[in-house]
T-cell receptor, first 105, second 113 residues
Framework: QKEVEQDPGPLSVPEGAIVSLNCTYS??????FMWYRQYSRKGPELLMY????GNKEDGRFTAQVDKSSKYISLFIRDSQPSDSATYLC?????FGKGTRLSVIA | GAGVSQTPSNKVTEKGKYVELRCDPI?????LYWYRQSLGQGPEFLIY????????DSGLPNDRFFAVRPEGSVSTLKIQRTERGDSAVYLC???????????FGQGTRLTVV
């Protein structure tokens, strides 16, 4: 089993929708988690960093970690066409496959 | 520097040749990571440096791949006897230490023809 599992999508939503992106991980020792946004032909851009369990909010983005179920989520409120990108979850050197998101105007 | 810098941005090489990819991390970051990304995939871990030493090189696919970081700053990923399957985007990231926020460069797109 891969250490981080992420549904590759693609996911298509209308502008203004709430987007939920999710990953599961296998190693309960993992303590820190990151979400990246990657536009085509660009390097990954760090969006959110969380340590241990709980929620973290930054503008329209909320990262959530549930260590009991080894589940991490990224919520995007009021989604915009500029949010169209691939979103990657990561923990301890390991990345998910990425979820491709399209926000349609 | 302001961010992680990778050079060259693109590299085309012939099968069997040797290539070097360079990464200049954010100033002061002691941890440096190399990843490889193929189309439609997430970054695949290759090697992680803490300071000058390779703390984890378990992701290097074979002995054709080697990386160094002699002064604890700039790192070079070296690939010998390149194969067409080595074609990918090679990404470098850095952070204050393992477990802190990691920032990526724009990558080097390697094409082996």
């Amino acid at each position: 089993q891969k250490e981080v599992e992420q549904d590759p999508g693609p996911l298509s939503v209308p502008e203004g929708a709430i987007v939920s992106l999710n990953c599961t991980y296998s190693n309960s020792a993992f303590q820190y988690f990151m979400w990246y946004r990657q536009y085509s032909r660009k390097g990954p851009e760090l969006l959110m960093y969380t340590y241990s369990s709980g929620n973290k909010e930054d503008g329209r983005f909320t990262a959530q970690v549930d260590k009991s179920s080894k589940y991490i989520s990224l919520f995007i409120r009021d989604s915009q066409p500029s949010d169209s990108a691939t979103y990657l979850c990561a923990t301890y050197l390991v990345f998910g496959k990425g979820t491709r998101l399209s926000v349609i105007a | 520097g302001a961010g992680v810098s990778q050079t060259p941005s693109n590299k085309v090489t012939e099968k069997g040749k040797y290539v070097e990819l360079r990464c200049d991390p954010i100033s002061g970051h002691t941890a440096l990571y190399w990843y490889r990304q193929s189309l439609g995939q997430g970054p695949e871990f290759l090697i992680y440096f803490q300071g000058t030493g390779a703390a984890d090189d378990s992701g290097l696919p074979n002995d054709r791949f080697f990386a160094v970081r002699p002064e604890g700053s700039v790192s070079t990923l070296k690939i010998q006897r390149t194969e067409r399957g080595d074609s990918a985007v090679y990404l470098c990231a850095s952070s204050w230490t393992l477990g802190s926020e990691a920032f990526f460069g724009q990558g080097t797109r390697l094409t082996v023809v």
